[in-house]
Protein backbone atom coordinates (compact mmCIF):
# COMPACT_ATOMS: atom_id res chain seq x y z
CA UNK A 1 0.00 0.00 0.00
CA UNK A 2 1.29 3.61 -0.91
CA UNK A 3 1.97 5.94 1.61
CA UNK A 4 0.20 8.83 2.24
CA UNK A 5 3.55 11.03 1.64
CA UNK A 6 4.03 9.31 -1.80
CA UNK A 7 1.89 11.15 -4.29
CA UNK A 8 2.79 13.50 -7.59
CA UNK A 9 3.63 17.17 -6.74
CA UNK A 10 0.74 19.34 -8.21
CA UNK A 11 2.66 21.17 -11.06
CA UNK A 12 3.57 17.37 -12.42
CA UNK A 13 -0.41 16.62 -11.93
CA UNK A 14 -1.06 19.58 -14.00
CA UNK A 15 0.61 18.32 -17.09
CA UNK A 16 -1.19 14.94 -16.46
CA UNK A 17 0.87 12.74 -14.34
CA UNK A 18 0.21 10.83 -11.46
CA UNK A 19 0.49 7.09 -9.75
CA UNK A 20 -0.99 3.73 -9.75
CA UNK A 21 -0.62 0.78 -8.40
CA UNK A 22 1.08 -1.39 -11.12
CA UNK A 23 -0.76 -4.60 -12.98
CA UNK A 24 -0.05 -7.44 -14.70
CA UNK A 25 -0.81 -5.34 -17.70
CA UNK A 26 1.92 -3.28 -17.17
CA UNK A 27 4.83 -6.20 -17.22
CA UNK A 28 5.50 -5.43 -20.58
CA UNK A 29 6.55 -1.75 -20.35
CA UNK A 30 8.18 -2.47 -17.06
CA UNK A 31 10.30 -5.40 -18.26
CA UNK A 32 11.08 -2.56 -21.66
CA UNK A 33 11.79 0.42 -19.28
CA UNK A 34 14.14 -1.75 -17.07
CA UNK A 35 16.00 -2.99 -20.46
CA UNK A 36 17.22 1.10 -20.96
CA UNK A 37 18.66 0.60 -17.65
CA UNK A 38 21.12 -2.38 -19.06
CA UNK A 39 21.60 -1.31 -22.68
CA UNK A 40 25.01 0.41 -22.54
CA UNK A 41 26.33 -2.50 -20.56
CA UNK A 42 24.97 -5.19 -23.47
CA UNK A 43 25.99 -3.15 -26.41
CA UNK A 44 29.75 -3.80 -24.35
CA UNK A 45 28.81 -7.54 -25.19
CA UNK A 46 29.54 -8.43 -28.70
CA UNK A 47 28.94 -12.37 -28.77
CA UNK A 48 26.03 -12.47 -27.68
CA UNK A 49 22.82 -12.74 -30.10
CA UNK A 50 19.68 -10.06 -29.51
CA UNK A 51 17.73 -12.94 -28.49
CA UNK A 52 20.86 -13.62 -25.54
CA UNK A 53 20.28 -10.35 -24.52
CA UNK A 54 16.92 -10.04 -24.32
CA UNK A 55 16.50 -13.16 -22.37
CA UNK A 56 19.62 -11.81 -19.87
CA UNK A 57 17.72 -9.09 -19.27
CA UNK A 58 14.30 -10.86 -18.90
CA UNK A 59 16.29 -12.70 -16.25
CA UNK A 60 17.59 -10.17 -14.80
CA UNK A 61 14.35 -7.97 -14.31
CA UNK A 62 12.65 -11.35 -12.70
CA UNK A 63 15.66 -11.34 -10.09
CA UNK A 64 14.75 -8.16 -9.01
CA UNK A 65 11.43 -8.22 -8.98
CA UNK A 66 11.70 -11.64 -6.88
CA UNK A 67 13.63 -9.69 -4.46
CA UNK A 68 12.19 -6.35 -4.20
CA UNK A 69 9.05 -8.31 -3.45
CA UNK A 70 10.73 -11.35 -0.92
CA UNK A 71 13.44 -9.54 0.68
CA UNK A 72 11.38 -6.22 1.54
CA UNK A 73 8.26 -5.70 3.72
CA UNK A 74 5.33 -3.06 2.76
CA UNK A 75 6.77 -1.76 -0.43
CA UNK A 76 4.52 0.16 -2.95
CA UNK A 77 5.03 -0.84 -6.48
CA UNK A 78 3.73 2.28 -8.74
CA UNK A 79 3.47 3.22 -12.24
CA UNK A 80 4.14 6.77 -13.12
CA UNK A 81 2.00 8.25 -15.57
CA UNK A 82 1.13 11.07 -18.34
CA UNK A 83 -2.48 11.07 -19.37
CA UNK A 84 -2.57 7.49 -18.35
CA UNK A 85 -0.23 6.27 -20.32
CA UNK A 86 3.07 4.59 -18.24
CA UNK A 87 6.44 6.84 -18.37
CA UNK A 88 8.07 5.32 -15.42
CA UNK A 89 8.01 3.66 -11.91
CA UNK A 90 8.43 4.43 -8.70
CA UNK A 91 8.70 2.18 -5.57
CA UNK A 92 8.60 3.15 -2.10
CA UNK A 93 8.83 2.10 1.29
CA UNK A 94 7.62 4.06 4.43
CA UNK A 95 9.46 3.25 7.63
CA UNK A 96 9.20 4.60 11.33
CA UNK A 97 11.78 7.32 10.66
CA UNK A 98 12.01 7.59 7.03
CA UNK A 99 10.57 7.02 3.51
CA UNK A 100 12.86 4.97 1.45
CA UNK A 101 12.74 5.15 -2.47
CA UNK A 102 13.75 1.37 -3.62
CA UNK A 103 13.62 2.25 -7.15
CA UNK A 104 12.87 5.16 -9.26
CA UNK A 105 13.04 4.93 -13.15
CA UNK A 106 12.24 7.29 -15.90
CA UNK A 107 11.40 6.93 -19.27
CA UNK A 108 14.45 8.06 -21.51
CA UNK A 109 12.03 9.70 -23.53
CA UNK A 110 10.82 11.88 -20.11
CA UNK A 111 14.48 12.20 -19.09
CA UNK A 112 15.97 15.62 -18.40
CA UNK A 113 12.34 17.64 -18.91
CA UNK A 114 12.34 17.47 -14.66
CA UNK A 115 9.94 15.09 -14.00
CA UNK A 116 12.48 12.87 -11.95
CA UNK A 117 13.32 16.26 -10.63
CA UNK A 118 10.61 17.68 -9.49
CA UNK A 119 8.87 13.80 -8.03
CA UNK A 120 11.65 13.71 -5.66
CA UNK A 121 11.84 17.58 -4.67
CA UNK A 122 7.88 16.51 -3.52
CA UNK A 123 8.79 13.48 -1.43
CA UNK A 124 11.56 14.88 -0.15
CA UNK A 125 9.16 17.80 1.31
CA UNK A 126 6.51 15.46 2.37
CA UNK A 127 8.74 13.33 4.50
CA UNK A 128 10.49 16.25 6.07
CA UNK A 129 7.53 17.73 6.63
CA UNK A 130 6.40 14.46 8.35
CA UNK A 131 10.09 14.02 10.07
CA UNK A 132 11.11 11.81 8.16
CA UNK A 133 14.41 11.02 6.04
CA UNK A 134 14.25 10.54 2.41
CA UNK A 135 16.80 7.91 1.65
CA UNK A 136 17.75 5.72 -1.48
CA UNK A 137 20.68 3.39 -2.45
CA UNK A 138 22.17 4.39 -5.97
CA UNK A 139 25.29 2.94 -7.63
CA UNK A 140 28.67 4.37 -7.00
CA UNK A 141 28.69 5.08 -11.02
CA UNK A 142 25.23 5.86 -11.90
CA UNK A 143 24.67 9.54 -13.60
CA UNK A 144 21.69 10.32 -11.40
CA UNK A 145 23.87 10.20 -8.12
CA UNK A 146 24.87 13.82 -9.31
CA UNK A 147 21.03 14.82 -9.66
CA UNK A 148 20.37 13.21 -6.07
CA UNK A 149 23.35 15.69 -4.74
CA UNK A 150 22.30 18.73 -6.01
CA UNK A 151 18.89 17.58 -4.47
CA UNK A 152 20.88 17.63 -0.83
CA UNK A 153 21.24 13.64 -0.69
CA UNK A 154 24.35 12.91 1.43
CA UNK A 155 26.01 9.80 1.28
CA UNK A 156 25.48 8.01 4.72
CA UNK A 157 27.17 4.79 5.79
CA UNK A 158 29.73 2.32 4.35
CA UNK A 159 29.13 1.74 0.74
CA UNK A 160 27.75 -1.87 -0.04
CA UNK A 161 29.54 -3.20 -3.20
CA UNK A 162 28.17 -1.43 -5.87
CA UNK A 163 26.14 1.08 -3.84
CA UNK A 164 25.95 3.85 -1.89
CA UNK A 165 22.85 4.79 0.49
CA UNK A 166 22.20 8.47 0.32
CA UNK A 167 19.70 10.75 2.07
CA UNK A 168 18.34 13.54 3.11
CA UNK A 169 18.92 14.04 6.55
CA UNK A 170 16.68 16.21 8.66
CA UNK A 171 17.46 20.16 9.53
Keep these: MRSALVRIPPALAAQGMALRPETAADDPYLLALYATTRAAELDQVADWTAAQKQAFVAMQFDAQRRHYRTALENVAFDVITRGGAPIGRLYTQEGETMLH ?19 L ?51
Design 101 to 119: IVDILIDPAERGAGVGTAL
Design 121 to 171: QGLAADARAAGKVLSIFVESYNPARRLYERLGFVAVGEPRGFYIEMEIPLP
